[in-house]
């Protein structure tokens, strides 16, 4: 029993183990929930539906979010809610491009669930190993937040320039080596990512690839390479590995619930990166601080990312009011031999 006390109460990264445990636990009980009773079978999800599991993740993060605060108090939790709001915010792109990566690959939606939800699984490990990295970075050289800061700032600044231009797989490079060095069905086969089958070239049976497994080796890489952005924008909240991956994983969670209703609406979001790039100004600017000794009240960081993000959103909605949803580019029954 003292040996269990012990573990409990021993720290990991800055924080008891059992805070560690208590997180892990509420993750795989909500992926097991997930994939083990609401889909156990595959099925479209509908706009509604989507909401619906967004504001019970979202629901969730709160309660997560208020147990920290009520624990670690006020200052963690506000870390945690700002961490939070941040992440989603940034996410938002990511989305629109994983919606982009399905129309391209012709995945119906009633299969595009699977993808999520086994890519989610390659999130928890990502993200884990960047922020380890990055905690480890800032904790041994203070001064890496000075290159988190400027990076940031040039990206926020670039997403200005680009905010116009929208995501194509045409020439992606990606889909080219998957292609180059794997073999890869031209059709789906239902829900499998890989089948048996014979090989044209050799008349041997081997191992292909569907299309479905393609979709989830590119939206592990796409949000990855969001993930750069996005993670060092959070150590501008805080440097606490704790708050910065459970603030970050509950977010993502949240999102990919919310993808089939945002990936309807797509068009109505036209605008939505100009306050995305806002955000990632400011916080690299924050970020930039820190190493000078001067701290942006977390509370103020807070109101003004909401404020931000809230005028994106009402804006593009505004704009946008009597619009037509537009096809997504390269949307269709495309093969992946599209990209050789």
């Known amino acids: ?41 595959q099925k479209e999800i509908e706009a509604k539906e989507s909401f619906i ?55 119906p939606r009633i299969y595009q669930h699977r993808v999520l939800f086994w890519g989610i699984l390659g999130v928890i490990l990502f993200r884990a190993m960047l922020i380890g990295l990055g905690a480890a970075l800032v904790m041994s050289f203070q001064s890496v937040l000075f290159l988190f800061g400027a990076f940031l700032v040039f990206t926020g600044l670039k997403m200005f320039k680009t905010s116009n231009e929208k995501p194509s797989l045409d020439d992606n490079w990606i889909l080219k080596l998957i292609r180059r060095h794997f073999r890869v069905t031209d059709e789906l086969h239902g829900e499998k990512f890989t089948i048996r089958q014979v090989d044209p070239r050799t008349g041997k049976l081997v191992r292909f690839m569907t299309p479905l497994f393609v979709a989830l080796i590119i939206v592990e890489f796409v949000d990855l390479i969001f993930a750069v952005d996005s993670v060092p924008a959070i150590f501008a ?59 942006i009240d977390t509370a103020l960081s807070l109101a003004v990312t909401i404020s931000v993000l809230a005028a994106g959103i009402g804006w593009s909605l505004w704009k946008t009011r009597n619009d037509m949803p537009e096809p997504v580019p390269g949307a269709g029954r495309k093969s992946v031999e599209a990209a050789e």
Do not use: C
């Not at 629109?96 to 690959?105: D, G």
């Not at 990936?263 to 995305?276: K, N, P, T, V, W």
């Not at 806002?278 to 930039?288: A, D, N, S, T, Y």
């Open 237 to 295: 909240v805080t440097q606490d590995p704790f708050i910065v991956y459970t603030s970050n994983i509950f977010a993502i969670l949240g999102l990919r619930a919310l993808y089939f209703a945002l990936a309807a609406a797509m068009h109505r979001f036209r605008y939505l990166q100009y306050s995305l790039a806002v955000i990632l100004v400011l916080v690299g600017i924050k970020i930039f601080l820190v190493p000078l000794g001067i701290k």
């Open 53 to 107: 599991l967004y504001a019970g993740y979202m629901a969730i993060a709160f309660l997560f979010g208020g147990w920290v605060w009520y624990a670690r108090g006020a200052q963690s939790g506000l870390e945690f809610f700002t961490g939070y709001l941040i992440e989603q915010s940034l996410a938002m792109d990511n989305i629109f491009v994983i919606a982009t990566v399905f129309a391209f690959l012709g995945i």
């Open 1 to 41: 029993m003292d040996m269990l006390q012990t573990f409990l109460f021993s720290d990991f990264l800055g924080t008891p183990a059992y805070f560690w445990l208590i997180f892990i636990s509420v993750v795989i009980g909500l992926l097991v929930f997930d994939l083990g009773f609401l889909h156990k079978g």
